[in-house]
């Protein structure tokens, strides 16, 4: 897949109301490497008293929260999925996401962009943002 500009996404007015509404946060991706993006936007999300919920292919824990497996396999309702995987990923990931039910957000972070699969999140009522760091973001608005 070539890269692609984001054609689906939030403005700013409801990233703000995205980050006021979310509670839970899955992060897929989430690297046991301190010196990662996707540990250090974890770590910063959940000091900002978010709960995430780490989905990973090994560990038991990170962040002092077990691990997942997939995000079916949390047994927790889950507001928010924030992903740190290739695009080629997402289309596998919006099908979990719809699967699931409960999400109501999909955040893709920084060069994370596959519209065709946002678009069809979207069509089924989840919000999207695409290319975007959420702790940036979050920064950005709260401070």
């Excluded at 010196?35 to 974890?42: F, G, L, N, W």
């Excluded at 978010?50 to 997939?70: A, D, W």
């Excluded at 079916?72 to 997402?90: C, G, Q, S, T, Y």
Aim: with cysteine; charged share 25%.
């Amino acid at each position: 897949m070539q890269c692609e500009f984001p054609t689906v996404n939030l403005d700013p007015d409801q990233i703000r109301e995205l980050f006021q509404n979310v509670k839970t946060i899955a992060i897929l991706g989430l690297s046991p490497n301190p010196e990662k993006d996707s540990h250090h936007v974890a770590k910063y999300l959940q000091e900002k008293g978010y709960t995430i919920y780490p989905v990973y292919p090994k560990e038991e824990t990170i962040l002092g929260q077990p691990v997942f497996r997939s995000l079916v396999d949390i047994p927790h309702k889950v507001d928010m999925v924030n992903v740190f995987r290739k695009p080629e990923a997402l289309p596998a990931i919006v099908d979990a996401v719809l699967k699931r039910g409960d999400v109501q957000y999909l955040w893709t972070q920084l060069g994370i962009v596959h519209n065709e699969a946002a678009k069809r999140a979207q069509d089924q009522g989840v919000k999207v943002v695409q290319s975007y760091c959420a702790m940036v973001e979050h920064r950005k608005l709260f401070g």
